[in-house]
Nanobody
Framework: QVQVVESGGGSVQPGGSLRLSCSAS????????MGWFRQAPGKEREGVAA????????NYANSVKGRFLVSQDKPKNTVYLQMNNLGADDTAMYYC??????????????????WGQGTQVTVSS
């Protein structure tokens, strides 16, 4: 069964950290790229980070470089997004998605084919 499931969202104070997890079926995980996206109310969905599951290539949005880290656990078919030094602007629904693209992973949502339901991240004092 085709499946992508995110977890790990929650509420955190500014400056705090969260780690999101994305578990996928083996078929999905091995397709090519796994990406993290987010969408805040009233805003367009934006790409945050992506990783090529067939190698080590990663890609980050400028807004999260140096704060977020995308990684993978291949035996578990799972991708992680470690988010540090969170700010109010990071508040959004975070989605994990899979793409058939191999190698350089884009951060454009229309390049991704399978999506999870999302997990909410709220940064507030």
């Amino acid at each position: 069964q085709v499946q992508v499931v995110e977890s790990g969202g929650g509420s955190v104070q500014p400056g705090g950290s969260l780690r999101l997890s994305c578990s996928a079926s083996e078929y999905i995980f091995r397709m090519g790229c796994m990406g993290w996206f987010r969408q805040a109310p009233g805003k367009e969905r934006e790409g945050v980070a992506a990783i090529y599951t067939g190698g080590v290539t990663t890609n980050y949005a400028n807004s999260v470089k140096g704060r977020f880290l995308v990684s993978q656990d291949k035996p578990k078919n799972t991708v992680y997004l470690q988010m540090n030094n969170l700010g109010a602007d990071d508040t959004a629904m975070y989605y994990c998605a899979a793409s058939y693209i191999v190698g350089g992973c884009p951060l454009y949502s229309n390049e991704y084919h399978y999506w999870g339901q999302g997990t909410q991240v709220t940064v507030s004092s």
